[in-house]
């Protein structure tokens, strides 16, 4: 049997300071849903895709699939264009496309193009020639970056990171990120000077864009089955990823293990499963599904009763497939609400165990959901958890 989708076009050119690269994908079956595509890059001569001669062996980029319509058609091709910063040379790829629900992967084994040749355009000509001369000063990061200028900066990345360090000691340790998405925190975080930052995510497909700054590490690993020995890591931090982690109690679990005598876990995380928008389908929904959710309606209505309603809004019948399969059933949000939470993080080994709250101020209640949902209404004014924990 073939595989869903197969690479029939690829070409990579240079435009401006940033490589374009055009995929071409032909589906053999009606496929729906975004999806998320994860590439690996390897130096065709076994050296990695940086400036540098030696250090990494992988480098990833990664971002996300929306089609112009609901669903691929089988035998008609599908073109998606992508422009990200790199190294010329030449490459070996393997891309994985992952359906953003649950992250089902589409194929069963990556996509393969080798030998992909990547000529320099006139800026990276013009840099060489500066960089021959004394005349530039070397970059932060190596040549492959990712589109950065979209996170660089953002406020709540800032904000994490100020409080990540005024409660542990980062400068000359080293630390372990869980979740490390694209990178955002983990750019921020460096400028407090850790000796070394390992971020992991369960795939390449999560755009972590720092994967070849020499004191940052990127691993794909489950942060329930951590791959390193005891005691490894000064400190850990983790940022809006525990609500998705299923089994919370083994991860806090691993990372305890993971962590020396004395380290540090700092994590923030939200909306939780309790809060008014704890289902999380604003994130994905593009189909105008959330406005008609009403705050707590995840809580308050069964799986049918939640289609009803959505069906009465006049919604379509995929729009609302969509939407409680989303709320109910995918795999990306684990369901816990603040007590469940709280009960998970007691029984955690950590000797240290400071949890606090942030509150949802806008967002009450519905008079018709009050005495009818199943946490008072204290616990579900909080929107996001913080922990310090220390073992």
Known sequence: MSDPVELIGLRVSFLGRHALIRLKFLPSRPIDGEYSLGIKLVRANGQPPGARPAGKRHAYIGFVIRPRTDTWRPGVPVEVIKSFTIAPGVYDMEMTLFRRTDLHRLN??????????????????????LAGRGLLSPPVFPDIIG???????KPYNARFVRDLTGRMTVRGRTILEIGSGNGAVAWQLLRAGPRRIVGIDIDYFSKCYLSMHRRYSYVMMDASSLGFDDDTFDG???????????????VLSEIHRVL?????????????????VGHHYHVTDRHGATPHIPPFGHLRYSEAEMENLLRSKG????VVRRAVEFIYRSTIINRLGIREIVQIVEASPFRRKDISFTRDTKREVPEEFRGKLPYSEDDLSIRDVELLLVK
């Open 108 to 129: 069963p084994r990556p996509l393969v193009a080798k030998g992909v040749r990547i000529t320099p355009g006139v800026f990276q000509r013009a840099r060489a020639w």
């Open 147 to 153: 589109e950065y200028d979209d996170f660089i900066g």
């Open 236 to 250: 850990a931090y983790s940022f809006n990823v525990f609500e998705h982690c299923l089994d919370l109690g083994r």
């Open 260 to 276: 020396k005598p004395g380290g540090r876990l700092y994590a923030s995380f939200g909306p939780i499963w309790s809060s008014a």
């Open 315 to 318: 919604l379509e019948d995929e």
